[in-house]
């Protein structure tokens, strides 16, 4: 028997660097495959999430195409709180709208008393992924499934204005205006956000990913004093449960450190700053312990090949500031991505040799 | 005769402290103003623009009200492509929509071929405008005016896009896919820009604040070779007409001291960084020569007084920190904004003693 070694990507979570660089990319699941358009021709997106077998082979597709290192659950930040019988709908070419936006502090009151009852959707789907990327401690090589859910502040952002926002003003006014309310609403949110990444590990989940869409739309005082503690809540479950954290929002080059410290093992960078500066931001004396995640820039991937490659060289050489890295894009997947360029940049970062 | 004392934005923009804080607002002409609802519910957007009468009345609506120090003429970013008889128009809810997104290089030298011929709409609406808010060097008081314009990222991110978009992904492509067409693009806009301000000028605008409404969405390397340069042009077109300059973009706080050494006199900041940061950030070596202008958070704006109160005086502590600083939001007014709370707050920043 030879000595068992992990994936690249759960090892470069444990701030080690593996013989091949882990490479995945947000929304890889998603649009930019037509294997996904054919499915999504017949189901709304909110119906497939909550299909076990549907949300399962839509997960499964990137894998199988791109061969990356990493699966991610295929659902939406709000499927926890359609889950809790708020109501919610993805409108397409839109994004999520609510039936009730919350104005008053009688409206938090009466979100706050929906709970969901039944993750079984989600922990099915999971497993039913899972049998398909392999079991961890047998001899076959097996891909990690990343768990997935959105930030307190961004579910809050979503839910005060009701849909989706440049500004955010509803949910960054309510936090001055009525902190008590806005306190509630995010313990509230921590909560459901805690419940389905404990779903998605207790179906075999191995890692999970906290997506804090919009918190680079906060001043560093706000994210620090009415946000981030309620996403440590979130990642404190994942860790209760053993899994390693990705931390992760775009333009938020202000507040890395914060998001650090709130307890992830990698921080998920954009495309705005490089990651060596990342590194540094984050570092404050535990420098050579951080696993940072990104940031190949999507506007890149319409580009000629040779324009792609200078830019992922050059994230790949950046990213060698840190202890280690996971390489992804510095956002989700484009819709109009070929998905063929996706495969040949997983193909370059593998044989990448720094 | 009493010693002739110079309005006191205009003091500030010379980055010297005069005896009052001077205040106005981006987007202060616009939706928060019952009268200026009441003018556009006859009459789009684009019309409202290019008619003189109109243009100069809107402008001039919120000095009346809120006895603010500045107004800014009455515009938007698109009016000089819509001038130079690009295919655009304004669409409610949406923005501006362009008949042709540019896919090509031919579809850049296509556009590039356009040429204002007529800016007489423009020069006259300030003239108008300019009438009402007094003129420079009499006994009367006289109310500063502000040219308005786009900056040259933030127009081709609306062209080759075609329309309104969260990351910009087309222009910030083309700038590396195809820098030559990307070039002969920039400095196209860079002459319209140009243009669009000079005719402001010559009606009696006294300064020009320069709108890079995306440039956040920019990497600083992007920022600085593909896009820096050409508001420069910009900037030194108002130089060369005596007018001194603001430069403005909201997510900036990585770019600002690049967006300074465009030649910018005083640098808008948005509502995710202090303004004594800001001014750290943009000094080197020229600390006590900046003039900020900001950064009162627009989601402040429905909180109870109390809130915004400490809000503000925040602000303006923070400022101090700069030679000199002309009070603003972090963004523009928006729509469901008590007109009350904004004169409430310019009454009170009038008052404010430090």
């Known amino acids: 028997m030879t000595a068992y070694t992990q994936p690249p990507f759960i090892e470069a979570l444990k701030a080690t660097r593996p013989k091949t660089l882990p490479i995945w ?37 990137p894998v199988r195409r791109h061969k990356v290192d990493a699966a991610i659950f295929f659902s939406d930040i709000v499927v926890p709180l359609k889950l809790a019988g708020v109501d919610v709908d993805i409108v397409p070419g839109k994004g999520p709208v609510f039936g009730q936006p919350l104005k008053t502090a009688d409206d938090v009151k009466a979100l706050v008393e929906h709970e969901i009852d039944d993750l079984y959707a989600i922990t099915s789907g999971v497993q039913q992924a899972v049998m398909e990327l392999g079991i961890p401690g ?9 768990a997935f859910a959105g930030a ?42 805690s419940q389905f990444i404990v779903a998605q590990l207790q179906g075999g989940a191995k890692a999970v990913q906290l997506f804090d869409s919009w918190a680079g739309s906060l001043s560093r005082d706000d994210y620090q004093k009415n946000c981030a503690p309620f996403s440590g809540l979130v990642l404190d479950t994942a860790h209760a449960h053993g899994a390693p954290t990705i931390h992760f929002g775009t333009g938020t080059g202000e507040i890395l450190d914060i998001m650090r410290d709130c307890g992830a093992e990698c921080i998920g960078v954009d495309h705005r700053i490089t990651l060596a500066q990342a590194v540094k931001r984050v570092s404050h004396g535990m420098g050579d312990s951080i696993c940072v995640q990104g940031n190949i820039d999507p506007a890149i991937l319409t580009c000629p090949w040779s324009v792609i490659e200078r830019h992922v060289d050059s994230v790949l050489r950046s990213g060698q500031q840190a202890a280690a890295h996971i390489v992804n894009l510095g956002h989700g997947v484009p819709p109009n991505t070929d998905p063929e360029v996706l495969t040949r940049i997983v193909e370059y970062v593998h044989a990448w040799q720094g």
């Not at 839910?159 to 309510?174: E, F, I, Q, S």
């Not at 205006?177 to 909560?191: I, K």
């Open 25 to 61: 990319f947000m929304r890889q699941a998603g649009r930019s495959l037509p294997e996904y358009r054919t499915i999504r021709d017949n189901v709304a997106m909110l119906d497939a999430c909550l299909d076990p077998e549907v949300a399962a082979e839509i997960t499964c597709q």
């Open 138 to 146: 047998g001899d076959e090589p097996w891909t990690p499934l990343i």
């Open 152 to 193: 307190p502040f961004t579910m809050a952002a979503y839910l005060v204005d009701g849909k989706p926002t440049r500004d955010h003003l509803g949910a960054r006014a309510m936090m001055h205006a009525d902190p008590q309310s806005w306190d509630t609403l995010m313990d509230w949110c921590a909560t459901l956000a």
